[in-house]
């Protein structure tokens, strides 16, 4: 807000730190393999995942009722780490320990994508879920 008022940046390029990597994966409430159709319905099961560098922002609760009239967004995961390759594993571990159900989530199509070898050595195109879903 201040920029865009005019005032100048604090810090110059090369001032920068990096420090590590973060990934998200939206949750929806979708069945990745009936080409995300909208999974609508009562969450009966529901364990959120936790742990060093993970974070979930999200409404859902057990008994939360998903609607079909709104947006399917469930939650954000996010994970941060030191390194590309420990983010995609505390992903993974993640995804692993988050259940939400019996509702159909992009939870699966999100382990399928960080387990896929062209994706864990950074190898993706725009065309790479397309080209994920022509392999099946």
């Known amino acids: 807000i201040k920029i865009a008022n005019g ?12 420090n590590g990597c973060a990934m998200e994966c939206r949750i929806n409430a979708e069945d990745p ?20 560098g ?7 609760y057990h008994g939360y009722e998903v609607s079909p009239y709104y947006d399917s967004m469930l939650g954000k995961l996010i994970v941060h780490g030191k390194k590309r390759t ?23 199509f999100h382990k399928e994508v960080l387990n896929n070898p062209r994706f864990r050595r950074g190898q993706v195109t725009t065309d790479f879920v397309d080209t994920l879903f022509a392999e099946k």
């Open 7 to 18: 005032s100048k940046l604090t810090l110059k390029q090369d001032e920068i730190e990096f």
């Open 33 to 52: 393999d009936k080409e995300f159709m909208p999974s609508p319905g009562k969450v009966l099961d529901y364990i959120a995942p936790g742990g060093p």
């Open 54 to 60: 993970i974070r979930l922002d999200t409404h859902v």
């Open 86 to 108: 420990e983010v995609i594993d505390r992903m993974l571990r993640a995804l692993g320990e988050y259940v939400i159900g019996p509702i159909k989530t992009t939870i699966p």
